[in-house]
């Protein structure tokens, strides 16, 4: 245990160890840790829906009737008709033919990837993904391609050089990049998905609920749900409840139901977060105006901090603030806290060094007052 011991000390001593910090309870858009009441910049309940009464109701009555956990996997005791229920709301929702509900979009991501291609065949992933995109491409024996993040001529490079050396190709990518907030150039991607002959697998767990005409994301945003192959999202963001799945051909799924070893042996999600789900997926159709408001504000406090010089980033409710620097990162991130804002300081690994940021992550609570005094104190403790 020597080299523990060691590790802590050295992570100590750099100011980068990483500490829970738990919070006593939370209400619409507040966060509550002893004493004190704090905004809250960090979560992803983007619409709030984690404390919506109709997604509670849902969730206490299906423990009345199911209990509180369906006590297997689902190739086994775990199947139940709700969970079928769920994923052709989820198919029907994305526009896919089918759906699977995983228990988290890090097991979804692990499992797909991890058993989708075999060692004749190549993934291209974008640079910045996700790291549990990156933890499927490495239990993948396919050979992995990152392309440079967004970068379309450095991803067509790579397929050039690549693709003919292999059987099977598939191209991931997040739609909303969880820490830049920037979004992919998803037609350009279809046009090389086709012209290289790829499968095309994208990660909707930032952009469902908050983009597209119902609220299911980028894809359907533009309008290209036939020419992504696998729509990958999560219920644990915008959707405020727990859980991930894919919408997909149904020869996919079948697929995934038979090798996919996360989807496989693990207990299948239990019926309050089910029945949770499918009432998020309601809600997002029913209250249009908990998305429109939060873009909206979330454009105004980008373009309010750009314009007192703050290098911020993104197109969408998640706002990074670059600062390039992990201790005044972390330094930041304690001034704001203390003046009664929760935002956390997002070091390397989970970006590069030198992108060390604050990640503000909006909410349909905040609204322009809040923001506005936020960018003021932003303006009163930093020099730009
Ligand atoms: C892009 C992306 N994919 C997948 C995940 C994992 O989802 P979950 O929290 O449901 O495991 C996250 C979570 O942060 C994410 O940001």
């Not at 020597?2 to 802590?8: A, G, Q, T």
């Not at 089918?98 to 190549?122: C, E, H, R, T």
């Not at 909206?296 to 290098?311: D, I, P, S």
């Not at 304690?334 to 390397?348: A, C, K, S, T």
């Amino acid at each position: 245990m020597e080299w523990i011991k060691s590790f802590l000390h050295e992570r100590e001593k750099t100011g980068s160890l990483r500490v829970l910090q738990p919070a006593d309870k939370k209400e619409n858009g507040y966060v509550y840790i002893g004493e004190k009441k704090y905004l809250d910049f960090s979560s992803n309940d983007y619409l709030g829906l984690s404390t919506h009464p109709d997604m509670k109701k849902a969730s206490i009555e299906a423990i009345k009737t199911f209990g509180t956990s369906v006590s297997g996997s689902r190739l086994l005791s775990g199947d139940f008709l709700i969970h079928h229920y769920l994923e052709e709301k989820i198919a029907d929702f994305k526009n896919k033919e089918s759906g699977l509900v995983f228990n988290s979009g890090y097991q979804a991501n692990v499992g797909i990837i991890g058993s989708l291609p075999g060692k004749m065949d190549v993934i291209f992933c974008d640079k910045i993904a996700h790291a549990s995109i990156i933890d499927g491409t490495r239990l993948s024996p396919a050979k992995t391609c990152r392309f440079l993040h967004n970068d379309m001529d450095h991803l067509e490079i790579l397929l050039k050089k690549e693709r003919n050396k292999f059987r099977n190709a598939l191209v991931i990518t997040e739609t909303v990049f969880s820490m830049d907030g920037d979004v992919c150039p998803l037609k350009e991607l279809v046009q090389l998905k086709n012209r290289y002959n790829c499968t095309l697998m994208v990660d909707e767990a930032h952009a469902t609920g908050i983009f597209g005409r119902n609220g299911a994301g980028i894809v359907e945003k533009e309008n290209l749900s036939e020419n992504v192959d696998i729509i990958m999202g999560t219920f644990s963001k915008a959707l405020g409840s727990f859980g991930a799945y894919i919408a997909c051909s149904k020869k996919v799924k079948d697929y995934l139901v038979n090798v996919c070893r996360s989807f496989i042996y693990s207990t299948a999600l239990p019926p309050s977060i089910v029945c949770a789900n499918v009432m998020a997926l309601e809600i997002v159709k029913k209250e249009p105006d908990r998305r429109k408001i939060l873009l909206e504000n979330a454009e105004y406090f980008r373009r309010t901090l750009k314009q007192k010089g703050f290098n911020v980033k993104g197109s969408t409710q998640i706002v990074p603030w670059i600062i390039g620097d992990s201790k005044k990162t972390v330094e930041a991130g304690r001034i704001l806290q203390e003046e009664g804002y929760r935002v956390f300081p997002i070091r390397h690994p989970t970006v590069p060094k030198g992108q060390e940021r604050l990640r503000f992550s909006l909410n349909y609570y905040h609204d322009k007052t809040i923001l506005k005094k936020l960018c003021n104190d932003m303006s009163k403790h930093f020099k730009i």
